[in-house]
Every structure is written in structure tokens, then in C-alpha cells.
């Protein structure tokens, strides 16, 4: 019989979702009475028997889950903020969303009112680069975190995210298949980390193509990307400063500015033969089908990485609030030929 060592593995082999298991061993009549019995019979069947004195302990926790994002007003934010509460609230946990708006004075504030209500844990996406590492760093060590999104390396008990290099080796392999190799568009001071991750990524696989780099960075600070993408892009256009017919922008909502300067510019982007210009991106942004036209892009595994992420979560509540080592999931990105590359 396979050894279950964790209550994740035991609801991936009892076929009932994670928050439903985290919630029957919380409170066992908090489960509808049929999905009760599934589980019991799947207790018996596994031969399984959780961490009795770890549950009691969670028992005494408060319900509060807390959930820290940089920046809501941004749609891929929202997107991943909604699976998370939801996933919290059917586990039966309170969540309480919060945004930094890209100050890291706020992220502190934050983390701060965040001790207060004696959370069970914390999901957080740091903004990054601006963080104060070392006011995380000692939140971490105090109340169980998880990051997300933006890794900020040895911080949190473990990080759920995407990997950047399977965004830019699809969409630079892609883009130098089927026509020139692209400029790589980015901000020379970039607010999160994933940034300089891609840059890293671009030039590597450019390289190992048999290409030269051409990295264009753009002055710019803060999370204002589509007018810092858009009046970036006017000047390297006007300047004539593209080495091919091709680009690539680090990530969606700076391609969103550079396909808006295109426009006012009266140059057509496209992979038809009366364009001038093919863009391509990374991240496929909620609103990167909408554009005109729209964006071929590397998407994240939103579904994963949110999901992940609460699972995650729950196992270090369920352990006390402390894994042997910190742990790292990355998920791969998926190419999305839309019709601007």
C-alpha cells in the first residue's frame, strides 16, 4: 500500500479537492454529510492517519488568512486574488486582501496590521526589487508565509511562481523561427524581479540561437507600465532605434504601451505581409486578447501557480508553521499565437 505522508497527497489519491480535506479535519460536520462519509471511507481504504497534534494546534489559530498583492487595480493581480480567497473561504478560513499599490512603506504597513489579527498564514507577492528585505524577513520568521509571484530568494517558508525562462525561450525560439530575431523592450529600472530574470533569459537563448542580444531598457519607475511602455516605445521608434523588424517586451502591460505608440505613429504591427513590425510578449495578460492587434504572448499557468499557492499554505499551517527547508515551485509558461507576432 502506498505510504501517504501529508494530507495533499491524500486528497490527490481520495479524489476530493485539498480545502475540502483541510476543512473535514477542522471540523468534520462542517462538510456536507456525503462528502464526509467519501472521506472517511478514503481514511480507511488509505489506511491514513494525519497529524493529530499539528490540527489541534491549527485549531487554535485564529481563521485569518491574510493575502498581500502589489498592486489589485492590475487585472492579472485581481485574477490570481480571486482564486485565492475563494480557495481560502471554502477551506473554511477568513481572507482579508490587500494591495501595496508599489509602496513598499505600505507593504510594511501591511505586514504590519497583519500581526494584529494573528493570522493562520499569509499568501504574499512582494513587490520585489523595492521591498524592505529586511522588515519581510523577520515577518516571515514570526507568522507563516507563503510568496508568490515574486521571489525574493531564502524569504517565506516556500515560493509558488512562473519560470521565466520558459516565457522567453518559447517566445524568442518562436519569433526567430519565423522571421528576424527580436530587440528585447524593457525598463532599465524594472519594479519586480521576474524582469530581470527575462532580460537574463533573452540574452541567454540569443546566444545559444546563434544571434546577437539588442536590449532596449526605457526610463521608467513604479507600476505604471502601459505609459511608461507607451512614451518609451515613441522615442525609441522616433530615434529608429530597432535593429530588426521584431521585439519583444518583457512582459504584457509595457507591450500594451508599445502597441498604443505604434498607433499614433501609423505603423501597423502584425504577421501579415503590409506590417511593418511584429511585437510579442510575455505573461498573457487578462487584457492581452483585446489589444489590436491582439498579443502573442507566454502565458502564465494562473490555475497552478494560485492553487499551488493555497496548498501550500494550508501544509505549513498544518505543520506548524515550519517546513525542514524552504521550497521552490516553478510552472512552465504556454506559448499564445494571437495575431501581433
Not at 462538510?31 to 491514513?48: G, Q, W
Not at 482564486?83 to 477551506?91: F, G, K, P, V
Amino acid at each position: 500500500m502506498t505510504k501517504i505522508r501529508n494530507m495533499e497527497e491524500f486528497a490527490a489519491l481520495s479524489g476530493i479537492s485539498r480545502p475540502t480535506v483541510s476543512k473535514y479535519f477542522q471540523d468534520p460536520d462542517s462538510v456536507r454529510p456525503t462528502t464526509r462519509l467519501r472521506i472517511e471511507e478514503a481514511l480507511e481504504r488509505f489506511d491514513y492517519r494525519p497529524n493529530i497534534y499539528a490540527v489541534n494546534q491549527n485549531r487554535k489559530l485564529t481563521k485569518n488568512i491574510g493575502i498581500v498583492v502589489p498592486y489589485l487595480a492590475d487585472p492579472f493581480f485581481a485574477e490570481i486574488a480571486r482564486y485565492l480567497e475563494q480557495s481560502c473561504i471554502a477551506a473554511g478560513y477568513r481572507p482579508s486582501l490587500f494591495s501595496s499599490h508599489g509602496d513598499p512603506k505600505l507593504e510594511i504597513e501591511i505586514l504590519d496590521g497583519l500581526k494584529s489579527m494573528k493570522p493562520a498564514g499569509v499568501l504574499l507577492a512582494p513587490l520585489g526589487r523595492t521591498s524592505d528585505r529586511s522588515a519581510i524577513e523577520k515577518f516571515c520568521a514570526n507568522v507563516p508565509t507563503v510568496l508568490f509571484d515574486s521571489n525574493l530568494e531564502g524569504l517565506g517558508a516556500a515560493f509558488i511562481g512562473s519560470d521565466n525562462f520558459s516565457f522567453v525561450s518559447q517566445t524568442v525560439e518562436y519569433m526567430t523561427r519565423t522571421g528576424e530575431p527580436p530587440s528585447f523592450f524593457e525598463m532599465r529600472t524594472p519594479a519586480n524581479p521576474n524582469a530581470n530574470k527575462r532580460r537574463h533569459a533573452y540574452i541567454e537563448v540569443m546566444e545559444q540561437l546563434g544571434f546577437e542580444p539588442h536590449v532596449i531598457s526605457i526610463d521608467g519607475q513604479g507600476w505604471a507600465f502601459e505609459e511608461i511602455g507607451k512614451h518609451g516605445a515613441a522615442g525609441v521608434l522616433e530615434r529608429q532605434e530597432l535593429k530588426t523588424d521584431s521585439v519583444l517586451c518583457s512582459n504584457d502591460r509595457l507591450a500594451i504601451g508599445f502597441l498604443s505608440a505604434c498607433y499614433e505613429q501609423g505603423i501597423r504591427v502584425g504577421r501579415k505581409k503590409d506590417c511593418a513590425l511584429r511585437v510579442a510578449s510575455n505573461d498573457d495578460h487578462p487584457f492581452s486578447r483585446f489589444t489590436c492587434p491582439s498579443l502573442t504572448t507566454a502565458a502564465h499557468d494562473y490555475d497552478n501557480v494560485a492553487g499551488r499557492s493555497v496548498e501550500t499554505l494550508f501544509e505549513l499551517i498544518e505543520n506548524g508553521g515550519k517546513f525542514n527547508e524552504r521550497t521552490e515551485t516553478l510552472f512552465p509558461a504556454r506559448l499564445v499565437l494571437r495575431d501581433s507576432a
